[in-house]
């Protein structure tokens, strides 16, 4: 027998019977479903009532049971005491009312008592609260308003709807959310300004747009380092922030008890917001890295003083100053003999710790420049930085920056000595010799240069000085040439190589300087202008350097170089001409008449001299001196058209038109002259002002005999025909016509004729002229624009705007027919067409200024100005363009403004454009100078329609 089989044995488990099927089964009596989870309907404590019970009333009508089946005899109603209840249920064997239920019973009717007691408090009642039985036994809600929901059975549907809605009624105030955010510092600052001025409005004007509450101070800017405050009084403050807003006297008390915690803060409290460095993550993250690299750099080599230096910097930009103070004076005690971490070290100090700190420094190394210079700045007044420097010269004696730095803290007789004792210590400092030179006497200087320049021979800036040294005491050209050529001498024997442009510039700074030094500037260019410098290529050069000086403003230095290339060229007319505009724009008249009767005495064959001498002295009115002039000039020259046209018109504008003509019948007589058409055309010219109108039709004719592809010929003689006592339109006609048979290529001739036909009334003829004239003439922006006036002239507004259309394809870069197509454009309109326009033809005159009275509609000044600036600057020749410019500075400029526009135009002298032509070829405005053709023009502008 084993083990196994002594050990006590668990009896084995029955078979598994059948499952049984409890949802075939029939329910308990009485059973309700769900009752125990309390889901046998849905009751509310307002319809049971507050102290009935829905589970023995649910047991008793329950489906299933009967009367007296099955029922507890402790369930008798006669039985029940409101107060104990009955006996039954799991308590019915154990349910006898001991002390602990009484004492329980007390506990909690003390809690209620408590909570009745609260709830009256609040609610403010003055009955007595109700006891826990009157609690249990009132009546419920529903049936308290049971008699009236009956009646509402009888309400009928339109009485219901007629019911009006019930509105928000409450009594009681709601609380609405107050949301408070930071005022600005900077208005709170206005705000006590205002308060303090005792101004009403000041809280409304302190808000300043310009500002917009977005200054660059983020904040109320306290200096840092506990220095004094911009805005001490902080209650102040916030009286002006509590005044300037609603809520009376509590706002008031609000801010003034917010700020004056404010104030009991410590001194420098409110700082500027920029002086906060916010690092980003990235930026803390490189500073680590650079912390660690630079870390790894001291250790590795700690004599290193750039290591040191770089750490230190680090260590401020990260903010911590203390860290960099302490690594860099680490870097002191490791590398003393490094100038730059000394100097590094006091510049991270304080003013006081610095100069103890360079004390250290300069005694270590005593030699450092540096180190002294940084000392003496440190000092607050000029006698201890002069202190500090003697110390500094007696250790370094040969430092040109102290002796310099020394003698600009010393008084003038202090510097004379102390630049003496510079020149034995440092011979070789020219600025030095030169400062000296300034201080002395005139002998004592020549005596000072003297030694200067045998001290360093090779420097040119002396013997430049002695130039001006001599000048400034009186020396004559020749004086002063003969020290710049003995100073090139010098310095080619010491082996110094004369750079000839650099010599030029030395002659502009000599002219630039104050006072201008300019003997010695005209010195140093007779010396130097031939240096170096081709024989072929010498006149070109010398014309190029003098062009290049005149634009740099150094006048003289231009008209020395021009008079040099005169002096070796007196034959070459350029040069002349080149010289006289410079005198024009930038000298005396006196000294332009002097070199033009030099001009016409080496080129008598020159007849551009010849007028230019005879123009200057009739612009300057010496009338006689001009024909005395032109006299000569006929005498050179026998044959020249020109001069006989000049002459003739300082006649004519002197208005001598007897002495014109008489002029001019000898020329006709002269066979040379009597071979040019321009003399004919000039005498038909003067018997129309004389009013001679047979003569001036004879000498037309003749003129046409002689020259009859001379187109003006044909244009006066239609025009003398078409003016009244003319020979009529037939007669103009027939003179045109004939003009065109010969000059088929003239547009003038074109439009006087298509114009005639207009003005008789045959607008058809007229386009169909020219139609005509364009087919002769493709691509001619004129005709087309005759075209388009004349469809103008005749109302026909959609004739024009489709000629315009075909114009602009035909001539798409025509300055004209793109101004006259944004003046044709509606006003929404124009400023699109202004931008095609600029993209076609940017630097084209008539756009620009149609582009300036563009912004003159729109009341845009200052560009329309600028404008009308570059319009009269690209092409001065156009009269229309000064009149509309002086025309808008009469309307927005100053009178100053107004007269330089004038002047401008005088000078320029236009005898171009529409109007301008208009105005000045009537014979009403003859012999009238520029200025009052300007003020007709603009007449002219407001009365008249375009020719």
Same mark, same amino acid.
Request: aromatic share 6%; net charge neutral.
């Given at each position: 027998?084993?083990?196994?089989?002594?050990?006590?044995?668990?009896?084995?488990?029955? /078979?598994?019977?059948?499952?049984?099927?409890?949802?075939?089964?029939?329910?308990?009596?009485? #059973?309700?479903?769900?009752?125990?989870?309390?889901?046998?309907?849905?009751?509310?404590?307002?319809?049971?009532?507050?102290?009935?019970?829905?589970?023995?009333?649910?047991?008793?009508?329950?489906?299933?049971?009967?009367?007296?089946?099955?029922?507890?005899?402790?369930?008798?109603?006669?039985?029940?005491?409101?107060?104990?209840?009955?006996?039954?249920?799991?308590?019915?064997?154990?349910?006898? #009312?001991?002390?602990?239920?009484?004492?329980?019973?007390?506990?909690?009717?003390?809690?209620?008592?408590?909570?009745?007691?609260?709830? +009256?408090?609040?609610?403010?009642?003055?009955?007595?609260?109700?006891?826990?039985?009157?609690?249990?036994?009132?009546?419920?809600?529903?049936?308290?308003?049971?008699?009236?929901?009956?009646?509402?059975?009888?309400?009928? #549907?339109?009485?219901?709807?007629?019911?009006?809605?019930?509105?928000?009624?409450?009594?009681?105030?709601?609380?609405?959310?107050?949301?408070?955010?930071?005022?600005?510092?900077?208005?709170?600052?206005?705000?006590?300004?205002?308060?303090?001025?005792?101004?009403?409005?000041?809280?409304?004007?302190?808000?300043?747009?310009?500002?917009?509450?977005?200054?660059?101070?983020?904040?109320?800017?306290?200096?840092?380092?506990?220095?004094?405050?911009?805005?001490?009084?902080?209650?102040?403050?916030?009286?002006?922030?509590?005044?300037?807003?609603?809520?009376?006297?509590?706002?008031?008390?609000?801010?003034?008890?917010?700020?004056?915690?404010?104030?009991?803060?410590?001194?420098?409290?409110?700082?500027?917001?920029?002086?906060?460095?916010?690092?980003?993550?990235?930026?803390?993250?490189?500073?680590?890295?650079?912390?660690?690299?630079?870390?790894?750099?001291?250790?590795?080599?700690?004599?290193?003083?750039?290591?040191?230096?770089?750490?230190?910097?680090?260590?401020?930009?990260?903010?911590?100053?203390?860290?960099? +103070?302490?690594?860099?004076?680490?870097?002191?005690?490791?590398?003393?003999?490094?100038?730059?971490?000394?100097?590094?070290?006091?510049?991270?100090?304080?003013?006081?710790?610095?100069?103890?700190?360079?004390?250290?420094?300069?005694?270590?190394?005593?030699?450092?420049?540096?180190?002294?210079?940084?000392?003496?700045?440190?000092? @607050?007044?000029?006698?201890?930085?002069?202190?500090?420097?003697?110390?500094?010269?007696?250790?370094?004696?040969?430092?040109?920056?102290?002796?310099?730095?020394?003698?600009?803290?010393?008084?003038?007789?202090?510097?004379?000595?102390?630049?003496?004792?510079?020149?034995?210590?440092?011979?070789?400092?020219?600025?030095?010799?030169?400062?000296?030179?300034?201080?002395?006497?005139?002998?004592?200087?020549?005596?000072?240069?003297?030694?200067?320049?045998?001290?360093?021979?090779?420097?040119?800036?002396?013997?430049?000085?002695?130039?001006?040294?001599?000048?400034?005491?009186?020396?004559?050209?020749?004086?002063?040439?003969?020290?710049?050529?003995?100073?090139?001498?010098?310095?080619?024997?010491?082996?110094?190589?004369?750079?000839?442009?650099?010599?030029?510039?030395?002659?502009?700074?000599?002219?630039?300087?104050?006072?201008?030094?300019?003997?010695?500037?005209?010195?140093?260019?007779?010396?130097? /202008?031939?240096?170096?410098?081709?024989?072929?290529?010498?006149?070109?050069?010398?014309?190029?350097?003098?062009?290049?000086?005149?634009?740099?403003?150094?006048?003289?230095?231009?008209?020395?170089? #021009?008079?040099?290339?005169?002096?070796?060229?007196?034959?070459?007319?350029?040069?002349?001409?080149?010289?006289?505009?410079?005198?024009?724009?930038?000298?005396?008249?006196?000294?332009?008449?002097?070199?033009?009767?030099?001009?016409?005495?080496?080129?008598?064959?020159?007849?551009?001299?010849?007028?230019?001498?005879?123009?200057?002295?009739?612009?300057?009115?010496?009338?006689?001196? @001009?024909?005395?002039?032109?006299? +000569?000039?006929?005498?050179?020259?026998?044959?020249?058209?020109?001069?006989?046209?000049?002459?003739?018109?300082?006649?004519?504008?002197?208005?001598?038109?007897?002495?014109?003509?008489?002029?001019?019948?000898? /020329?006709?007589?002269?066979?040379?002259?009597?071979?040019?058409?321009?003399?004919?055309?000039?005498?038909?010219?003067?018997?129309?002002?004389?009013g001679d109108g047979a003569k001036e039709r004879a000498l037309l004719e003749e003129g046409i005999r002689r020259f009859p592809a001379f187109e003006k010929f044909y244009l006066m003689l239609g025009q003398l025909e078409a003016r009244p006592g003319g020979g009529g339109a037939e007669a103009a006609r027939a003179a045109y016509r004939a003009g065109?048979?010969?000059?088929?290529?003239?547009?003038?001739?074109?439009?006087?004729?298509?114009?005639?036909?207009?003005?008789?009334?045959?607008?058809?003829?007229?386009?169909?002229?020219?139609?005509?004239?364009?087919?002769?003439?493709?691509?001619?922006?004129?005709?087309?624009?005759?075209?388009?006036?004349?469809?103008?002239?005749?109302?026909?507004?959609?004739?024009?705007?489709?000629?315009?259309?075909?114009?602009?394809?035909?001539?798409?870069?025509?300055?004209?027919?793109?101004?006259?197509?944004?003046?044709?454009?509606? +006003?929404?309109?124009?400023?699109?067409?202004?931008?095609?326009?600029?993209?076609?033809?940017?630097?084209?005159?008539?756009?620009?200024?149609?582009?300036?009275?563009?912004?003159?509609?729109?009341?845009?000044?200052?560009?329309?100005?600028?404008?009308?600036?570059?319009?009269?600057?690209?092409?001065?020749?156009?009269?229309?363009?000064?009149?509309?410019?002086?025309?808008?500075?009469?309307?927005?400029?100053?009178?100053?403004?107004?007269?330089?526009?004038?002047?401008?135009?005088?000078?320029?002298?236009?005898?171009?454009?529409?109007?301008?032509?208009?105005?000045?070829?009537?014979?009403?405005?003859?012999?009238?100078?520029?200025?009052?053709?300007?003020?007709?023009?603009?007449?002219?502008?407001?009365?008249?329609?375009?020719?």
């Amino acid at each position: 027998m084993t083990r196994e089989d002594t050990l006590p044995t668990r009896p084995m488990p029955k /078979a598994p019977t059948t499952k049984v099927d409890f949802n075939s089964l029939k329910a308990p009596a009485g #059973y309700v479903p769900g009752l125990g989870r309390g889901a046998a309907g849905f009751t509310t404590r307002s319809d049971i009532g507050p102290a009935r019970a829905g589970g023995i009333d649910a047991l008793k009508g329950a489906p299933g049971s009967k009367a007296g089946e099955g029922e507890d005899p402790n369930l008798d109603e006669n039985k029940f005491d409101e107060f104990m209840g009955n006996d039954a249920g799991v308590f019915a064997a154990t349910g006898e #009312y001991d002390e602990d239920d009484k004492e329980a019973d007390a506990v909690w009717e003390g809690v209620d008592n408590f909570m009745d007691e609260r709830r +009256r408090v609040r609610a403010g009642a003055r009955q007595p609260p109700a006891s826990g039985r009157r609690r249990r036994g009132g009546w419920a809600i529903t049936e308290q308003f049971a008699d009236l929901k009956r009646q509402l059975a009888d309400v009928k #549907y339109e009485e219901w709807e007629s019911i009006p809605e019930m509105g928000d009624y409450t009594l009681k105030k709601q609380r609405r959310l107050e949301r408070f955010a930071p005022v600005p510092d900077s208005l709170l600052a206005r705000a006590a300004a205002d308060v303090a001025g005792g101004t009403a409005a000041g809280a409304a004007k302190s808000l300043d747009p310009s500002s917009g509450l977005a200054s660059s101070l983020g904040g109320l800017a306290t200096p840092m380092g506990g220095a004094a405050s911009t805005v001490s009084d902080l209650t102040a403050i916030g009286e002006g922030c509590g005044g300037g807003g609603r809520g009376g006297g509590r706002g008031r008390g609000r801010w003034r008890r917010g700020w004056q915690e404010y104030a009991n803060a410590k001194e420098g409290y409110l700082t500027d917001l920029k002086s906060i460095k916010i690092s980003t993550d990235a930026e803390i993250s490189d500073i680590k890295k650079a912390r660690h690299l630079l870390k790894s750099v001291i250790q590795t080599n700690p004599r290193h003083a750039p290591g040191w230096i770089a750490a230190a910097r680090l260590e401020e930009v990260a903010g911590k100053l203390p860290e960099a +103070r302490k690594l860099v004076m680490q870097g002191c005690e490791l590398c003393p003999n490094s100038e730059d971490i000394w100097l590094e070290a006091a510049r991270l100090q304080t003013p006081d710790n610095a100069k103890a700190l360079l004390a250290r420094g300069v005694a270590q190394l005593p030699e450092s420049t540096k180190l002294w210079m940084a000392a003496a700045k440190l000092e @607050a007044d000029d006698t201890a930085k002069a202190r500090v420097l003697r110390k500094a010269l007696e250790r370094i004696p040969t430092s040109v920056r102290l002796w310099k730095a020394a003698v600009e803290l010393a008084a003038e007789d202090d510097a004379r000595i102390l630049l003496s004792r510079a020149v034995e210590c440092c011979p070789q400092a020219v600025e030095l010799w030169l400062a000296l030179a300034r201080l002395e006497t005139y002998e004592n200087a020549r005596k000072v240069l003297n030694n200067a320049r045998k001290a360093v021979p090779t420097e040119p800036a002396i013997w430049v000085t002695a130039a001006k040294l001599e000048e400034a005491h009186g020396a004559d050209q020749d004086t002063v040439d003969k020290i710049v050529g003995k100073a090139l001498k010098s310095l080619s024997a010491n082996g110094v190589v004369i750079h000839r442009d650099a010599w030029i510039k030395e002659a502009e700074n000599c002219e630039r300087s104050s006072p201008p030094q300019l003997v010695t500037a005209r010195a140093i260019v007779r010396c130097v /202008a031939g240096l170096g410098v081709d024989p072929v290529d010498l006149e070109a050069t010398l014309v190029a350097d003098a062009e290049e000086a005149a634009k740099r403003g150094a006048v003289e230095t231009a008209r020395a170089l #021009y008079a040099q290339a005169l002096a070796t060229f007196p034959s070459q007319a350029q040069i002349w001409r080149a010289a006289a505009a410079l005198e024009k724009a930038h000298g005396s008249r006196a000294a332009l008449d002097e070199l033009l009767k030099r001009a016409v005495t080496f080129c008598p064959q020159s007849e551009v001299l010849w007028l230019m001498a005879a123009k200057e002295a009739w612009l300057g009115g010496d009338v006689d001196g @001009a024909r005395a002039i032109l006299a +000569r000039a006929f005498a050179s020259n026998p044959d020249s058209e020109a001069i006989w046209l000049a002459a003739f018109k300082v006649e004519f504008e002197n208005n001598e038109p007897e002495r014109a003509r008489a002029l001019l019948a000898k /020329a006709r007589e002269n066979e040379a002259a009597n071979g040019y058409p321009r003399v004919w055309m000039k005498s038909a010219l003067v018997e129309r002002e004389l009013g001679d109108g047979a003569k001036e039709r004879a000498l037309l004719e003749e003129g046409i005999r002689r020259f009859p592809a001379f187109e003006k010929f044909y244009l006066m003689l239609g025009q003398l025909e078409a003016r009244p006592g003319g020979g009529g339109a037939e007669a103009a006609r027939a003179a045109y016509r004939a003009g065109l048979a010969r000059c088929p290529d003239s547009i003038p001739l074109w439009r006087s004729a298509a114009r005639l036909e207009e003005e008789a009334g045959n607008v058809a003829r007229a386009r169909a002229l020219l139609e005509q004239a364009r087919l002769k003439n493709p691509k001619s922006a004129e005709l087309w624009l005759a075209a388009i006036r004349t469809e103008q002239r005749a109302g026909n507004e959609k004739a024009a705007d489709t000629a315009l259309a075909k114009a602009l394809q035909d001539c798409p870069t025509s300055g004209p027919l793109w101004a006259e197509a944004i003046s044709m454009a509606p +006003r929404p309109a124009r400023k699109t067409k202004a931008t095609d326009a600029l993209k076609r033809c940017d630097n084209d005159p008539h756009v620009v200024a149609a582009v300036a009275q563009l912004f003159w509609a729109d009341r845009k000044v200052e560009k329309a100005r600028s404008w009308f600036n570059r319009a009269v600057t690209l092409n001065p020749d156009i009269g229309d363009h000064w009149a509309q410019f002086y025309k808008f500075e009469c309307q927005f400029g100053t009178p100053e403004q107004q007269a330089d526009v004038s002047s401008r135009c005088a000078a320029a002298e236009p005898h171009h454009g529409e109007r301008w032509c208009r105005v000045s070829k009537d014979t009403r405005n003859a012999h009238q100078p520029p200025e009052v053709l300007l003020r007709r023009t603009v007449a002219d502008i407001d009365t008249l329609p375009p020719p």
